[in-house]
């Protein structure tokens, strides 16, 4: 029965970690958890969390945004719905204490700086709007329950690509990501969470650019950025049953991640004029398991 509350644990700390779906700036899509293989038959979580989080990828500006998120299993092969990502794990799970091997489709939508209303700083705002763009593609990871504290805990890695789709970057995104949830008693389970992203020229260029006719509008100074190592992230989310376990019913979630912006993403005007290269997120939120 613990193995639930790994299960509530994986959505609140991925949940915390993408909460972007009503977000009109950043647009965090980290961590590609690997998926829960207590997640076996019909079942599924959902998940509304309250996120204070950056206006936009480097920001020093915040708001409080929804976060919706979903996790469930439909004949032993799992999916997830969080913020503005989704994906399926299309390698059917085993119960109990076991290697498991992950594989599926990912796909993303980036809203970072899609709305200017949505950021306050005003030499930001004069660089321009940014499309919605559209990135697909796939990731690979592995997990094992059982591994430290009792039967039902999980440690998990994987790694995921996507690219653009419709033409805004016109480049990919590499992220790696390690996570590890454990349940403390059958209503409580906590979660710690490590990702980073290695970004292509476009998106580089795309995002963390100032060119001429920005730098005059805004005063920013110009700028060209190349591709890499974006930021890393780490991070800590738990839950707690409301309703007697986390079995079923309803339960409360929280947690927070630290993010550090890397090499030309820290460097940026973008990041280190108008924004900082310390980027926090904090959410708390309900859940409910069907």
Known sequence: MLRAAVRATFVGALALSTPVAAQTGNAPAEPIAAPDPTLVGDTVTVAVAGAYLPDYEGSDDYRLVPGPAAIGSFR???????????????????????WDVQAGPVGVI??????????????????????????????AGIGKT?????????????????????????????????????????????????????????????????????????????????????????GLAGTYALTGNLLKGAKLIAGGSYKRMLNDFGDSPVTSIAGSRSQWLAAVGLGYTF
């Open 76 to 98: 032993n092969l799992s999916f997830q719905v969080l913020g503005n990502r989704a994906s399926i794990d299309l390698i059917p799970n085993r119960p109990g204490p076991t």
């Open 110 to 139: 980036n809203f970072n700086r899609t709305n200017l209303n949505a950021i306050d700083d005003v030499r930001v705002r004069a660089l321009g709007k940014r499309g919605t763009a559209i990135e697909l593609g796939g990731y």
């Open 146 to 234: 059982g591994v430290v504290t009792s039967p039902y805990d999980k440690l998990s890695a994987s790694i995921s690509y996507r690219y653009d789709v419709n033409g805004v970057h016109k480049s990919g995104i590499l992220t790696p990501s390690v996570n590890y949830f454990t349940p403390l008693s059958l209503k409580a389970a906590v979660g710690l969470f490590a990702a980073a992203e290695h970004v292509e020229r476009g998106f580089a260029r795309t995002y963390f650019d100032v060119d001429a006719a920005g730098s005059a509008a805004g005063g920013l100074p110009v700028y060209t950025a190349r591709g890499g190592w974006k930021h890393w992230t780490v």
